[in-house]
């Protein structure tokens, strides 16, 4: 279970995301692509080429120490229902 602040900002990376990346390299991402602090609370998005995967991002920091928060679990592929 995760404990998400609200008011809650979600960002959208709209480049194609390697979902090989590590959250060393997400968060590499949110800083130099998205131009965000990591680390704000807010959640990120990434999506691969086929946009068929997801993975959330989640870190806020909690005092003076560095916390960053990785949503366990927060990687799924995604699947389009037959009408």
Sequence with gaps: MLSVPFPLRVFLCT???DM???F???EALVRHV????PLSGDLFVF???RRDRVTLRLGR????????LFACGA???LRRTRT
Aim: glycine letters at 14%; a positive charge; proline letters at 0%.
């Design 15 to 17: 480049q194609a995301t």
């Design 24 to 26: 060393d390299g997400l």
């Design 61 to 68: 920091r909690r005092g003076g120490r560095r916390e960053g």
């Design 75 to 77: 990687c799924r592929r």
């Design 47 to 49: 999506l691969n080429r």
């Design 20 to 22: 090989r990346k590590s």
């Design 34 to 37: 998205l131009q965000h602090d």
